[in-house]
């Protein structure tokens, strides 16, 4: 025997045959090997029939369900996923509209009033002695209105001189009332008097309540006041005769907007003598502010004036010639000193 | 299920498959075509030419019932979501059992430790603690006309397969069970033939060593 046992038996699980003579001849002469190779047939045969075996009732049908499950989930899925495609188009859409509006809204915001836009202060619902305070301060014609008619009519006059608005429109705080009895501070103390009583006049007309006492300190730190307002206060210093215009500042909020628009109304004594007209900025940016003056003090119909504010307050008006406007300055100086206009140069012109 | 899964026969050309082309492997090609057309009724009859021997190799794969059902229907699941890609120059039958196969690996690695406690047969019929014994591999077979003089060879059989470990079971299961041949099955395991021959020579020795007593 030319092959040994072990080697037969490899052959065999090897190739899971007798492939040669050699080995075929060991296997009929080796009685063990024979066995091996016997049960070896044995085993294969069970595991051929292990290959047959019947297979559980319905395999068919739960694998098609299955199958039929998976593709529809599978088709279902692709549709999403085509819906999803598609559907990107439409935040996409929804987004460039919105960045449409929003652009155009703020344009609309932002740029300055055709010279026909303006509604006239006493054509607009003056609403803040109606409303809650929040709604108020959001109304900055109604403030400016209200500080107009508290210091318009007598210029340098301390605002406990000031008498309530008659008008039955302009709102009439309560505080203010309550605070009349407050004696007016002395000029060095102004400064913060002043910041104090900008607080105080916004709260006034926001709440209509009087401000805690704890109030006055805290605004002497700038607490209360945003840092853009406490800028545009060093920005523009208060003339030592101040002191009789500072009831009728206007509202800080307002003023700290640069776009803001503000309306003024003259005293409804007047209101028919009155024309519109327009105060804005030369060059740059700056207030826009539409203002109602008597004939006297306005440009010509069309016409347009250069209205210089110093940083001392101090005021200049030119006619389109260059021509100082005298006349006019008293006037003018009492309807824009309140509004707290920055220091420039600003275009007056006359809308109607 | 974390495993890629590999055709190896994606690379193989005609050549080596062609000779084992028979009138199954033509009429599983004419269905393949016929789904890749868009008539996706010939699935159907592919499911039903190959779903006898997945469930077997599932069985035999995972030993329990409900496991092959399973392993099954997803196996046609995935051969459903592949077969557009399906080169028909293979055979389908081998690329089926093939997906089969990696179905099965997945199924016994992501469920090792719990597979591995609810079918060690041999473990399980070596406890000796009398607990209750789950029940044994032997009732996988579901033909009690097979339980003749043969079961015995055939529980024991079943018991010794799933003592084995998965990779010399798989080979047995793929050579000796379904009967492919050595390329088949190189292609299956993407190994060569030579590899193949050794590694079923050490899985056949494995299972005669499990066979103690019964296979000499």
Same mark, same amino acid.
């Given at each position: 025997?030319?092959?040994?046992?072990?080697?037969?038996?490899?052959?065999?699980?090897?190739?899971?045959?007798?492939?040669?003579?050699?080995?075929?001849?060991?296997?009929?002469?080796?009685?063990?090997?024979?066995?091996?190779?016997?049960? #070896?047939?044995?085993?294969?045969?069970?595991?051929?029939?292990?290959?047959?075996?019947?297979?559980?009732?319905?395999?068919?049908?739960?694998?098609?369900?299955?199958?039929?499950?998976?593709?529809?989930?599978?088709?279902?899925?692709?549709? #999403?996923?085509?819906?999803?495609?598609?559907? #990107?188009?439409?935040?996409?859409?929804?987004?460039?509209?919105?960045?449409?509006?929003?652009?155009?809204?703020?344009?609309?915001?932002?740029?300055?009033?055709?010279?026909?836009?303006?509604?006239?202060?006493?054509?607009?619902?003056?609403?803040?002695?109606?409303?809650?305070?929040?709604?108020?301060?959001?109304?900055?014609?109604?403030?400016?209105?209200?500080?107009?008619?508290?210091?318009?009519?007598?210029?340098?006059?301390?605002?406990?001189?000031?008498?309530?608005?008659?008008?039955?429109?302009?709102?009439?705080?309560?505080?203010?009332?309550?605070?009349?009895?407050?004696?007016?501070?002395?000029?060095?103390?102004?400064?913060?008097?002043?910041?104090?009583?900008?607080?105080?006049?916004?709260?006034?007309?926001?709440?209509?309540?009087?401000?805690?006492?704890?109030?006055?300190?805290?605004?002497?730190?700038?607490?209360?006041?945003?840092?853009?307002?406490?800028?545009?206060?060093?920005?523009?210093?208060?003339?030592?005769?101040?002191?009789?215009?500072?009831?009728?500042?206007?509202?800080?909020?307002?003023?700290?907007?640069?776009?803001?628009?503000?309306?003024?109304?003259?005293?409804?004594?007047?209101?028919?003598?009155?024309?519109?007209?327009?105060?804005?900025?030369?060059?740059?940016?700056?207030?826009?502010?539409?203002?109602?003056?008597?004939?006297?003090?306005?440009?010509?119909?069309?016409?347009? #004036?250069?209205?210089?504010?110093?940083?001392?307050?101090?005021?200049?008006?030119?006619?389109?010639?260059?021509?100082?406007?005298?006349?006019?300055?008293?006037?003018?100086?009492?309807?824009?000193?309140?509004?707290?206009?920055?220091?420039?140069?600003?275009?007056?012109?006359?809308?109607? | 299920?974390?495993?890629?899964?590999?055709?190896?026969?994606?690379?193989?050309?005609?050549?080596?498959?062609?000779?084992?082309?028979?009138?199954?492997?033509?009429?599983?090609?004419?269905?393949?075509?016929?789904?890749?057309?868009?008539?996706?009724?010939?699935?159907?009859?592919?499911?039903?030419?190959?779903?006898?021997?997945?469930?077997?190799?599932?069985?035999?794969?995972?030993?329990?019932?409900?496991?092959?059902?399973?392993?099954?229907?997803?196996?046609?699941?995935?051969?459903?979501?592949?077969?557009?890609?399906?080169?028909?120059?293979?055979?389908?039958?081998?690329?089926?059992?093939?997906?089969?196969?990696?179905?099965?690996?997945?199924?016994?690695?992501?469920?090792?430790?719990?597979?591995?406690?609810?079918?060690?047969?041999?473990?399980?019929?070596?406890?000796?603690?009398?607990?209750?014994?789950?029940?044994?591999?032997?009732?996988?077979?579901?033909?009690?006309?097979?339980?003749?003089?043969?079961?015995?060879?055939?529980?024991?059989?079943?018991?010794?397969?799933?003592?084995?470990?998965?990779?010399?079971?798989?080979?047995?299961?793929?050579?000796?069970?379904?009967?492919?041949?050595?390329?088949?099955?190189?292609?299956?395991?993407?190994?060569?033939?030579?590899?193949?021959?050794?590694?079923?020579?050490?899985?056949?020795?494995?299972?005669?060593?499990?066979?103690?007593?019964?296979?000499?």
């Amino acid at each position: 025997m030319a092959m040994t046992c072990d080697e037969v038996r490899e052959l065999i699980n090897r190739e899971g045959a007798i492939t040669s003579g050699e080995a075929n001849s060991h296997v009929h002469e080796c009685p063990g090997c024979q066995e091996f190779w016997d049960h #070896w047939q044995a085993v294969r045969k069970e595991l051929h029939a292990m290959g047959e075996e019947d297979t559980p009732p319905f395999l068919h049908t739960r694998i098609m369900a299955h199958v039929q499950e998976a593709a529809e989930s599978e088709h279902a899925k692709g549709a #999403w996923l085509f819906g999803l495609k598609k559907l #990107w188009a439409g935040p996409l859409l929804v987004l460039f509209l919105g960045l449409l509006l929003g652009g155009y809204g703020l344009v609309q915001v932002l740029r300055p009033k055709a010279p026909s836009e303006p509604v006239p202060a006493a054509s607009r619902p003056l609403s803040s002695k109606q409303k809650p305070g929040a709604e108020a301060k959001a109304k900055d014609a109604p403030a400016a209105l209200e500080l107009f008619k508290s210091v318009a009519p007598v210029a340098g006059q301390s605002r406990e001189a000031v008498p309530a608005p008659s008008s039955p429109s302009a709102p009439a705080p309560a505080a203010r009332a309550d605070s009349a009895s407050t004696p007016p501070a002395p000029a060095g103390e102004r400064p913060a008097d002043l910041q104090s009583d900008m607080a105080d006049e916004r709260k006034d007309s926001l709440f209509a309540t009087p401000p805690p006492p704890q109030q006055k300190g805290a605004d002497d730190k700038g607490a209360f006041q945003p840092l853009s307002n406490r800028f545009e206060e060093r920005a523009a210093p208060e003339p030592a005769g101040a002191a009789s215009r500072d009831s009728s500042r206007p509202s800080a909020t307002a003023l700290s907007r640069p776009k803001a628009e503000l309306s003024a109304q003259l005293p409804e004594s007047e209101p028919l003598a009155s024309v519109v007209c327009t105060l804005s900025p030369l060059m740059g940016s700056g207030p826009f502010i539409s203002l109602q003056l008597p004939p006297s003090a306005a440009p010509p119909s069309g016409g347009v #004036w250069t209205v210089v504010i110093s940083p001392d307050s101090a005021l200049r008006v030119q006619d389109s010639a260059g021509k100082p406007m005298d006349a006019s300055l008293a006037t003018l100086r009492d309807v824009i000193h309140p509004l707290h206009v920055p220091p420039g140069s600003y275009r007056l012109k006359r809308i109607s | 299920m974390g495993l890629v899964l590999v055709y190896p026969w994606s690379m193989a050309d005609a050549g080596p498959m062609g000779q084992n082309r028979s009138r199954d492997w033509d009429a599983d090609a004419a269905s393949v075509t016929r789904f890749q057309a868009g008539h996706e009724d010939a699935f159907e009859a592919l499911v039903r030419s190959r779903e006898r021997e997945v469930y077997r190799v599932a069985l035999r794969m995972l030993g329990d019932p409900d496991d092959a059902m399973e392993a099954s229907q997803e196996t046609f699941i995935r051969v459903y979501r592949s077969l557009k890609d399906f080169r028909n120059d293979a055979s389908f039958k081998t690329w089926v059992i093939g997906i089969c196969m990696n179905v099965c690996r997945n199924m016994l690695s992501s469920t090792a430790g719990k597979m591995k406690r609810k079918r060690s047969p041999l473990a399980r019929e070596n406890r000796e603690d009398g607990e209750e014994m789950e029940p044994a591999l032997q009732d996988i077979s579901p033909d009690p006309a097979s339980m003749t003089l043969g079961s015995e060879l055939r529980q024991a059989l079943g018991r010794a397969l799933h003592a084995l470990s998965p990779e010399h079971r798989e080979i047995i299961v793929l050579r000796d069970i379904q009967d492919l041949d050595y390329d088949q099955v190189g292609l299956l395991l993407n190994c060569p033939v030579g590899t193949v021959k050794s590694r079923l020579s050490r899985a056949r020795q494995a299972l005669r060593e499990a066979l103690e007593g019964i296979w000499p």
